[in-house]
């Protein structure tokens, strides 16, 4: 077999215009004001010979199909990858810009993100991979019934030269990016920013982040802990109530906390959440021993009609290498359905799965059936998306045609 071969690269996208709207929150008065950290977009490249996939990550809360369609004609120009092997996902920022206000940018921004993975393109060298995965409990909550999971799995996967030096490390968690409020007016990457330089300052390698299952999944931030601490009652996206005497409008309860109105965050909270999450990332990283891969990289891509009535098809995909797999899908993906589809791709062999949502397109909430009888606000924006709810038993089939059996890593 051909040599196994990584390249990772870094470009900033931090708009060069203020005055744009920052997305993620309708409740906001105001446009962007200014930068409290830099916006990246970051990319790896893995090759065996002819097979290769790309995986880019932008601090955007999302991007449309079309903007994803340009950048991989470019990328499919200047480098050996075909257009269905380059992916590319957000990690749901609420502080950042849209690609649909083009006046943030003084060039168009799939120009900028497509010259990054040429550029990973240009740095790939031989390498060895490892996989595993760690945890973090505390620091996310389920937002739409706060007795039910999450998942606390931080998966790790770390790429090394041929000496054996780090030269990369890529990691998934699910956790929704609104540590910061719609009272911020600051563009930021949020908590992910943090965990990355975290990474990056620890082990001298590049770091690129993908966010996992976190449609109804929301930070616990130390005022959520000090209001739990004071015994505050909370309403969740479902409307259900915990802690307290009911719905406030009726009961008067105004010290009810709403946990869709995210407010008051402050830039200390971002600190602490990515501390921890890029610690554990560090942690996990630090022991795994590298190794070559048994397989080469494959990659596919489908598309699904997502309605009930009518056809308008959008896209999932999975990428893999040895026995690590990548499922993404276009856009946000409840926890739910990211531990289910982790227990399904075990069955094949797959070790360490991941998921990745926001990713090739953004549809709004992917929910499930079950969630369809429940309500609650991301079943209200999967019905203004016209999803059907049986989208996600849909991309399963779809995707489970053409998901190889993994070929067996060593296990460290």
């Not at 092997?85 to 060039?107: E, F, K, L, Q, Y």
């Not at 600051?186 to 770091?207: L, P």
Request: hydrophobic share 40%.
């Amino acid at each position: 077999m051909d040599a196994f071969e990584a390249g990772f690269s870094s470009i900033e996208i931090t708009p060069d215009n203020m005055g744009f709207p920052l997305y993620g929150y309708s409740r906001r008065k105001e446009n962007s004001q200014g930068v409290h950290d830099p916006l990246l977009a970051k990319t790896m490249v893995l090759r065996t010979g002819q097979a290769a996939w790309s995986l880019t990550v932008l601090d955007l809360v999302g991007i449309n199909a079309a903007t994803v369609t340009e950048i991989r004609q470019i990328v499919a120009k200047n480098t050996g990858l075909q257009t269905q092997a380059v992916m590319v996902a957000c990690i749901h920022t609420h502080s950042g810009p849209s690609v649909g206000d083009p006046g943030n940018w003084d060039r168009p921004v799939a120009e900028i993100i497509a010259e990054g993975i040429i550029a990973a393109w240009g740095k790939l060298q031989p390498a060895t991979i490892g996989t595993s995965a760690g945890f973090l409990y505390g620091y996310h909550v389920n937002r739409r019934w706060m007795e039910r999971p999450v998942d606390p799995s931080v998966n790790v996967v770390r790429f090394d030269d041929l000496a054996g030096n780090p030269l990369g490390v890529a990691a998934n968690f699910g956790l929704h990016p609104v540590v910061m409020g719609y009272d911020n007016y600051q563009i930021s990457a949020d908590y992910v920013g943090v965990a990355r330089r975290v990474v990056e300052q620890t082990m001298g390698c590049a770091c690129l982040f993908a966010n996992g299952a976190a449609a109804d999944v929301n930070p616990i931030t130390q005022n959520v802990r000090k209001q739990l601490a004071e015994h505050r009652s909370f309403v969740t996206m479902t409307g259900a109530y915990y802690f307290g005497r009911g719905n406030p409008r009726s009961t008067g309860d105004i010290d009810t906390i709403v946990l869709s109105d995210r407010i008051g965050g402050t830039f200390a909270e971002v600190e602490e959440i990515g501390q921890a999450v890029g610690s554990q990332i560090v942690y996990v990283a630090n022991a795994i021993q590298t190794q070559d891969p048994p397989s080469a990289p494959w990659s596919f891509d489908v598309f699904v009609n997502h309605l009930d009535e009518g056809e308008e098809t959008i896209e999932t995909f999975a990428l893999g290498i040895g026995d690590f797999i990548l499922v993404g899908e276009p856009g946000e993906m409840y926890v739910e359905t990211g531990l289910d589809l982790k227990a399904k791709v075990r069955k094949y062999g797959y070790r360490f799965p991941w998921v990745v949502s926001y990713a090739n397109d953004y549809q709004y909430y992917l929910s499930p059936e079950a969630a369809f009888a429940e309500g609650g606000y991301e079943v209200e924006m999967s019905k203004k998306a016209k999803h059907s709810p049986h989208i996600q038993s849909r991309f399963w089939e779809a995707l489970r045609q053409g998901i190889p059996p993994a070929v067996a890593m060593e296990i460290i």
